[in-house]
């Protein structure tokens, strides 16, 4: 099993905003997104870019996963940023609105020569990805592409095919689903898209609880107080790692050497809910030793 990193809690903040990117290094995210896109005006790119790259040359972001999201390649800005980010060397670069695998080749082949670490996340967030999703996460199977995360925008995705958001989600269901099913068969971590009010705390913990159930590894946030809730909220519960702990120790037994299913506190259990059970042990370790 390749090394977990908890991305539970993956908090955006304008890279335009000295205050936002200084507050981060005290804030408990798993993740943050120094956003160089959507929430920056145009007149600002520029600076925002000097002021993001330079925060994460200078660093202090301890073990925070810092990732910068870089405009588009469609855009004026999208390239330089591209490059300004690999030479400031983040943990990873997320480009927006990709809607083919042809656009992180592209990526690919800007960032050659960039430390290997830095790896790149596709925003699923046009109708285009929707439709092409299977394609773009089999992008990853090119190492030269570096994906190794989605991120879905779920705020660009309704206001291009006009869903309206409602608690439950309904509309957007297919989309979520869609995009953790691809992003799953391709090895690839997933997170879901931002809960825009930051009043609603009450709406805020039941779309992470779904968000959860549905398997995303995380939640996007933007604002500090969603990071707690998100933290308690995609952390395996104690109950379930117990648990996890019982069954990889049922199958170690010697008396069960060589079985595929047994029986566990009265539950049918088979080999698969033993890997199952070690990845949940793993994330749970990892969170702790983020912790610790
Ligand atoms: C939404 C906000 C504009 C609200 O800002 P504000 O009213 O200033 O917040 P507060 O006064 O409540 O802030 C309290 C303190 O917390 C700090 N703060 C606030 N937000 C952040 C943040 N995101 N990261 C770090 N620190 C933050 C303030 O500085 C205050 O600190 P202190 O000085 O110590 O009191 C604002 O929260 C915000 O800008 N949020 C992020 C918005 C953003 O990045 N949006 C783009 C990404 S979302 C998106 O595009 C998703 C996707 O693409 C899609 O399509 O869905
Ligand atoms: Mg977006």
């Not at 205050?19 to 798993?30: F, G, I, Q, V």
Request: net charge neutral.
């Amino acid at each position: 099993m390749t090394a977990i990193r908890p991305r539970r809690s993956v908090l955006y903040m304008p890279g335009s905003n000295a205050r936002a990117l200084e507050k981060a290094k005290t804030l408990p995210a798993d993740a943050l997104i120094l956003d160089l896109e959507d929430a920056v005006a145009p007149d600002a790119k520029a600076s925002a870019r000097d002021q993001v790259c330079g925060a994460v040359k200078a660093g202090g972001y301890g073990p925070r996963e810092v990732i910068i999201r870089a405009n588009g390649l469609d855009t004026p800005w999208g390239r330089d940023d591209i490059l300004a980010a690999a030479a400031a060397r983040p943990d990873g670069i997320l480009i927006p609105k990709v809607s083919n695998p042809e656009t992180l080749q592209e990526v690919g082949k800007l960032l050659a020569g960039a430390p290997d670490n830095i790896r790149v996340w596709a925003m699923v967030e046009t109708p285009a990805a929707m439709l092409d999703i299977a394609r773009i996460s089999a992008a990853a199977r090119d190492r030269s592409t570096r994906l190794a995360c989605f991120v879905m925008g779920t705020n660009d995705l309704a206001k291009e095919t006009r869903a309206r958001f409602v608690p439950g989600r309904a509309p957007m269901l297919p989309w979520l689903s869609l995009a953790l099913t691809a992003a799953r068969a391709e090895g690839l971590d997933i997170l879901d898209g931002v809960y825009n009010n930051i009043s609603d705390m009450d709406g805020f913990r039941a779309e992470c609880e779904q968000g959860r159930d549905f398997g995303f590894d995380g939640k996007t946030l933007i604002h500090p107080t969603q990071v707690e809730p998100a933290n308690e909220i995609f952390a395996p519960p104690a109950a379930e790692v117990a648990w996890a702990r019982k069954i990889i120790a049922a199958f170690q037994l010697p008396e069960n050497a060589g079985k595929g299913v047994l029986s566990v506190d009265g539950k049918m259990v088979e080999i698969l809910h033993a890997e199952m059970g070690k990845r949940v042990v793993a994330v749970a370790d990892a969170i702790a030793a983020r912790q610790g």
